[in-house]
């Protein structure tokens, strides 16, 4: 589930361009003589059944949730169900007993019936529901671990070790093996590094991957501005596609996450010409905690489709509107129509609000973005460099090829001033002689006085556009430059440290893992003498230079405070798990909004807005 974030882009219905009269007869033939999922399937067709989100049933209506594993095993072999696969968000809270007991109790079934499934973790399958704080899946995995599937042929692996927060299993359907792979929320890039090796290790193999958070409710997929709930180190929806984008084996994405909608749905061809599908369901806010709806996919090899129908065993109803039964094409046989899409949105870098009047150029064809960012361009197949300019904003440019008949995402993220911001304090030597990020303080190992000081510099054979400093897997630290130089106030003890950068084109460019031992120095004397967020400097209305000085200090009268953050102009782009702060951040010239937020251990938020302009 997602709290809506204020930049979240949720506007605008754009689907893939299927352009021709004829091929829409022509998927519509095929859903006429597709069988219904009361029917019955003869081999080679075979079924996917799809839980979006169960967590509400899970929670509140077991007995909706137990219809529809109950349902699977009824139909197995009429609609010959070969694998069953859940979006994530299985229960509300991953470190509730009873909410796994409910779980546990209906897939019970399957387990007795032999049928093969995979459990894919989403935001509230963390103990707590704080994954952007801890990825604690310790009640998750008690239950649903690798432990769970020892003696299945069918389970073939998972990541961390231990842990099933990222899991593949392997079937032979009619002769064909096919791999279903499942990434933990918001996937890290440890993550992605396992799941490419599995990737790579199977090429033989079509592939369906569940990523809980990846397809947004307008067809589009999430990128960096349309959720922040998470750290920027965990990879968004578009971050993940341009990973796995480059294997040809991987056909589908299924994913929920998002409240107050149903369904949603694009196509892409990844970089070997591979049609790869991507769905997103979610009915949680639904009655009974989601009535018991369940995708159901037929997979037909004979006509090259894919039958997607939803259905309830609770309500013993079909949904039979376009975005709930729809039929897809299986691999890519999309008609010569002459034309391909390139859509996107345009957001200021820095605060990600949306930037109108931006010139988007594909190869002489322009258009400008509207009020809300977004811009559509109608174009010849082929690949293009397209640049978005505008006056005062430095332009941006990216590659990327255009399909027949789809369309193809691209999001352009522009700064002002400098194209090449000068890092403030000027940087202290510390330069990139090779392509990546080279961290020259501190040195892996060693011993620092907090506030620890960071120097680092990257290098791409495009321009790098920011860098981030991960603390313990948590963001603390921001720039638009390619190079870092800030002293920022760490807890004592070890941790683990990554510098990360992005080049223009969205490539990500990431340092060795640091260790890092911290004892403490002579913290600020900022403190909270009342209940709430004090903040010491700068103080509401000032005007300051950068770098900015932010001291402040957290009280609760119940319960310690565990975290506390920096949002500036709605980011965040600091972030310590202690009841104080005192850091330095390099912010633009101008008027910014600031609030810093802070929680306690029983979940309670305490935040102090504030306003400052910086000269």
Request: aromatic share 10%; net charge neutral.
């Amino acid at each position: 589930m997602k709290f809506p974030q204020a930049c979240a882009s949720t506007q605008g219905q754009q689907r893939p361009l299927l352009s021709t009269a004829i091929f829409v007869f022509f998927l519509a033939a095929i859903w006429l003589f597709q069988p219904m999922a009361s029917a019955q399937v003869n081999a080679p067709d075979f079924t996917v059944v799809v839980f979006p989100d169960p967590q509400n049933e899970t929670q509140f209506f077991p007995q909706a949730l137990n219809s529809q594993t109950q349902w699977i095993v009824n139909n197995r072999q009429a609609l010959n169900i070969q694998m069953v696969m859940t979006e994530g968000d299985n229960v509300n809270d991953g470190a509730s007993t009873a909410q796994l007991q409910n779980l546990d109790a209906a897939f019970r079934l399957l387990d007795n019936a032999g049928i093969p499934y995979l459990i894919g973790v989403g935001n509230h399958d963390y103990n707590g529901f704080t994954p952007k704080v801890s990825r604690n899946l310790s009640g998750f995995n008690q239950w649903f671990g690798p432990g769970r599937y020892s003696g299945k042929a069918y389970f073939k692996g998972n990541f961390p070790a231990g842990s099933n927060a990222n899991s593949y299993a392997v079937l032979t359907i009619n002769g064909q093996q096919y791999l279903f792979l499942t990434l933990e929320y918001r996937p890290t890039s440890a993550s992605l590094d396992w799941a490419e090796s599995i990737l790579a290790a199977n090429p033989d193999k079509e592939v369906i991957v569940v990523d809980h958070s990846f397809v947004l409710k307008n067809n589009t997929r999430e990128d960096l501005c349309d959720d922040q709930d998470m750290p920027a180190s965990n990879a968004t929806g578009q971050a993940v596609w341009m990973r796995l984008r480059k294997y040809k084996n991987v056909i589908m994405f299924l994913s929920g996450h998002f409240t107050s909608g149903s369904g949603a749905r694009r196509a892409d061809l990844g970089d070997n010409g591979n049609l790869v599908n991507q769905l997103f369901a979610d009915y949680q806010d639904y009655a009974n905690g989601g009535n018991g709806w369940l995708r159901i996919m037929t997979f037909h090899p004979a006509t090259n489709s894919i039958s997607v129908q939803t259905y309830s065993p609770y309500l013993n109803q079909y949904m039979t509107d376009s975005t709930n039964q729809f039929t897809l094409l299986y691999h890519n046989n999309f008609p010569n129509s002459g034309r391909g899409t390139i859509s996107g949105k345009v957001r200021n870098q820095t605060s990600c609000a949306a930037v109108a009047g931006i010139k988007v150029n594909a190869g002489g064809t322009s258009t400008t973005s509207a009020a809300d960012g977004s811009f559509h361009l109608s174009v010849s197949p082929g690949t293009y460099s397209v640049t978005a300019s505008g006056s005062s904003w430095n332009a941006s440019s990216k590659s990327e090829t255009v399909n027949d008949s789809l369309d193809t995402q691209m999001n352009f993220y522009l700064t002002t001033g400098s194209p090449t911001p000068t890092p403030t304090p000027p940087p202290s030597g510390c330069t990139a002689a090779t392509v990546g990020v080279n961290v020259c303080s501190p040195v892996s190992g060693s011993t620092v006085i907090s506030p620890a000081r960071f120097t680092a510099a990257a290098k791409s054979t495009l321009p790098i556009t920011a860098m981030r400093i991960y603390i313990d897997n948590i963001s603390v630290y921001l720039t638009s430059a390619a190079s870092l130089d800030v002293s920022i106030t760490v807890s004592s003890g070890t941790h683990n440290v990554v510098v990360q950068a992005w080049d223009s084109s969205g490539v990500v460019v990431k340092s060795s893992l640091i260790l890092l031992t911290v004892t403490q120095g002579s913290p600020g004397a900022c403190t909270a003498a009342t209940v709430g967020v004090t903040v010491c400097s700068p103080t509401p209305g000032a005007t300051v230079t950068s770098p900015v000085r932010v001291t402040a200090a957290a009280k609760s009268a119940a319960a310690p405070i565990t975290a506390m953050r920096i949002y500036l102009d709605n980011v965040s782009v600091y972030a310590i798990n202690a009841a104080g702060i005192d850091t330095t951040l390099a912010i633009s010239s101008g008027t910014h909004s600031m609030v810093v937020q802070a929680w306690d251990s029983t979940g309670v938020v305490f935040k102090t807005p504030l306003t400052i302009q910086v000269q």
